[in-house]
């Protein structure tokens, strides 16, 4: 089965420090659905449709989704068949190839790290449901690409929640990033527009752009988003060059719904899971790729501000099915 | 169209159904798939639903299919009793100390809700039931966290013990209890810091905490969003601490909350309010029954009932009937029935709460309140003489009407006609009425 050996070689070869705190953070989800696999391939000296119905509740158990767990399970059953195989073994191996294919396949490559515009100042503006984590997600941002040496500027766009505005504030002085901030029921368009006018005054290089936490069934507050989009393209007309949509990992079937909302209307570019380190495994963003094709970008593996990894579809199907091996 | 509701997914395969007398286990599987699909698709736990699919099979197969209802409805009905079951029959509240004051913890995971939730009950004790409240400003960990419980603390007039970030949760909640005793606080609500079921040092925190203030009520947080790993958090909270409820946040969303019957059947901790928004009076006590339709995507037709009660002037209403008894009814009375409308609310808050109107997508909703808003405008640039008597308006009327509203004659038309259809089908109801088939209002 070529392909998962391949994974596990590229993932060994990358001796990187990354790849250890990945295993670590995501030691807990993984530990479960992978140690449940492979029980599950000890108990069945063959393959039968018992076996088959395990390995689809395993997977809609990891928030995977009925649908895609259905098409994931059906399209092994025949391959099963159809190459003869019977050792769950190599079938664990072959639905990490399928899951591994059918993310790939689903868009064009995927660039991780936020495409800086050519010239002047590259906008973010990051948008979710309430508590998913956006303005940690964004400290934790800033600090990623103020450690590449990019001179970052915050923009609290988060005129709503009560205490959002300073928590963000807090983090820029612990950053040592500039912050423009609104006041309470402001605009946030108007917030947006300050914060792109202060952006290309000092000229940044990357503008994050807060926004409050909103249910993606609210109209008015989609519209709002919208608009926000529309003034910062007053300023920047290539802007925002990325929107990233974040996303709990303990988010049920209701995510793929909150992406298409949120693409709807801001044309979401990345996908960042946050909590990662709990022992929910998201496999939402598998249902999200699968249905909308947008990419995970980043994942939240914990409180700190190095918390953040770039997104690797390798190490997550390696984490998440296989890693408790060695 | 991931999201179908049980009943349009029931609506092919009752067809093939019909004439058949009884339920059988042939007969019943593939509605069985379907609920079992649905269910999932709600987030409710893989092994609940498992057990749950057994159960609504044991008690349906053998049943006789009454002749008035589709063996599709007789299901659904079943299934829907089934999950009233299982989320507790009985809605509970929070229970009050005598002579003491009452102490809430909150508990959770990060972004479930929990400050946002505790305001709102200090609220609820505060508004409805007079209570002295004091909020706990325990969440020292996240940024700013204190400004948002001191910020909502100002909103509600209820006062908040703000310690700063250097004492202990655990010193902070020693210290609120002294201070709720010498001062007489009836209610004391704590707020703690987000964190993992899986986080040991962080467990033990709320567990000293819990130990130290001896809370009458430990609430967990629970998103309506949450998948599949909600019981595992939810068990490990209960085995940790002493849940005594949940409040389930979130809810104004379009998530199902099915998590919230999973964690109800697999640790019995019952729920005790919903979270339906942010403003700080959008928290409600907690029904089995709604909740249950709103797992089935049924509809929510007691709020709607309820929520109509409430709002509308009875004594309007009743004018308006009389009037439409007599054949009386004219355009102001339309004017009338249409501001109680408006006064319920979002027109699409209040579609989603009647059965088998939840295909209407929020645009078309914003497009019957535009339509509304039109007629309205038109009503109003009439005379009261026009009002009452609709048949004088003719060409030279229409014309300064339609000035008057910014809108053309055919947008007249369109409304005269509109309301001489309703005029005739209220005529038609009253001689129903006046002859006895129609039963008294």
């Not at chain 1, 009925?66 to 994931?72: C, D, F, P, R």
């Not at chain 2, 400050?115 to 940024?143: E, H, N, Q, S």
């Not at chain 2, 993992?196 to 130990?211: A, F, N, S």
């Amino acid at each position: 089965m070529g392909l998962f050996k391949l994974l596990k070689e590229k993932i060994v070869g990358k001796s990187t420090v990354q790849k250890d705190k990945y295993v670590a953070g995501l030691d807990k989800s993984r530990r479960n659905f992978s140690s449940r696999l492979k029980a599950l391939a000890s108990r069945y000296s063959k393959v039968d449709d018992d076996y088959f119905d395990e390995l689809e509740q395993i997977l809609i158990e990891a928030d995977v989704g009925v649908n895609l767990a259905l098409e994931i399970v059906d399209a092994t059953k025949k391959d099963v068949r159809v190459k003869g195989i019977s050792n769950p073994d190599e079938i664990n191996e072959m639905l990490v190839d399928k899951m591994f294919v059918s993310y790939a396949q689903q868009g064009d490559d995927i660039q991780n790290e936020i495409k800086f515009a050519s010239d002047g100042p590259t906008v973010l503006l990051v948008v979710g449901v309430n508590g998913v984590g956006k303005t940690t997600t964004i400290a934790k941002l800033a600090k990623r690409y103020i450690d590449q040496k990019k001179k970052v500027l915050l923009v609290a766009g988060d005129t709503f929640r009560a205490g959002a505005q300073e928590q963000l504030m807090v983090w820029s002085k612990r950053l040592g990033c500039e912050i423009v901030a609104g006041k309470e029921n402001q605009d946030p368009s108007s917030v947006a527009y300050d914060g792109i006018k202060r952006g290309k005054e000092i000229n940044a290089d990357l503008i994050i752009v807060d926004t409050a936490g909103r249910l993606q069934n609210k109209v008015n507050l989609m519209a709002e988003l919208s608009k926000m989009k529309r003034v910062i393209q007053k300023e920047i007309p290539l802007a925002p060059h990325d929107t990233f949509l974040i996303i709990d990992a303990t988010t049920g079937q209701n995510g793929v719904i909150q992406a298409k909302a949120f693409k709807e209307c801001t044309d979401v570019t990345g996908v960042v899971i946050t909590k990662m380190d709990g022992t929910s495994k998201g496999g939402i963003i598998l249902a999200i790729r699968d249905e909308l094709g947008i990419p995970v970008r980043f994942i939240g593996l914990g409180e700190r501000m190095d918390d953040l990894e770039e997104f690797d579809l390798d190490q997550y199907l390696y984490g998440l099915c296989l890693g408790g091996e060695e | 169209m991931a999201f179908e509701s049980l009943q349009d997914r029931f609506a092919g395969i009752v067809k093939k159904l019909r004439g058949q007398s009884r339920l059988t286990e042939s007969n019943m599987e593939e509605m069985l798939k379907e609920i079992r699909v649905a269910l999932l698709e709600a987030d409710v736990n893989f092994k609940v639903v498992k057990e749950f699919v057994n159960n609504v099979k044991e008690k349906a197969i053998g049943q006789q299919v009454f002749t008035k209802v589709s063996p599709g409805q007789m299901v659904v009905k079943i299934v829907h009793d089934e999950l009233v079951n299982l989320l507790g029959a009985d809605q509970c509240d929070i229970r009050f100390e005598m002579n003491k004051p009452t102490i809430i913890m909150m508990c959770g995971l990060q972004g479930s809700g929990k400050t946002t939730t505790a305001g709102k009950l200090a609220r609820l004790f505060k508004r409805k039931m007079a209570k002295k409240v004091l909020l706990v400003a325990g969440d020292i960990y996240r940024p700013a966290a204190i400004d948002q419980l001191v910020t909502i603390g100002k909103q509600i007039e209820v006062e908040v013990l703000n310690l700063g970030t250097s004492m202990s949760p655990v010193e902070i909640a020693k210290k609120a209890l002294e201070k709720a005793y010498m001062e007489r606080f009836d209610v004391v609500i704590i707020d703690t810091a987000g964190r993992l079921h899986i986080d040991e040092v962080l467990m033990k925190e709320l567990q000293d905490i819990e130990q130290e203030v001896k809370p009458t009520e430990v609430l967990l947080l629970v998103d309506a969003m949450s998948g599949q790993d909600a019981v595992n958090v939810a068990s490990t909270f209960n085995e940790k601490l002493h849940l005594t409820g949940m409040v389930m946040s979130k809810l104004d969303g379009d998530a199902r909350g099915g998590a919230a019957l999973s964690i109800k059947h697999l640790t019995g901790v019952p729920i005790k309010y919903i979270g339906v928004g942010e403003k700080i009076d959008d928290l409600e006590v907690f029904h089995p029954d709604r909740m249950a339709d709103r797992i089935l995507g049924m509809g929510d037709v007691v709020s709607l009932v309820e929520k109509v009660q409430e709002e509308i002037d009875e004594k309007q209403a009743r004018r308006s009937m009389t009037k439409m008894m007599d054949g009386k009814f004219d355009l102001n009375d339309m004017l009338a029935q249409m501001e109680q409308i408006n006064r319920l609310g979002s027109l699409g808050g209040l579609l989603k709460l009647i059965p088998g109107m939840p295909k209407i997508s929020e645009e078309d909703q914003e497009k019957a309140k535009v339509q509304m808003n039109k007629t309205k405008a038109i009503i109003n640039s009439m005379t009261m003489e026009e009002r009452k008597h609709p048949e004088i308006i003719k060409n030279s009327r229409k014309q300064r009407i339609a000035k008057g509203c910014g809108l053309n004659a055919t947008d007249i038309n369109r409304l005269l006609n509109q309301f001489e259809q309703m005029k005739k089908s209220m005529k038609e109801m009253s001689s129903l009425y006046k002859s006895g088939k129609m039963p008294k209002f």
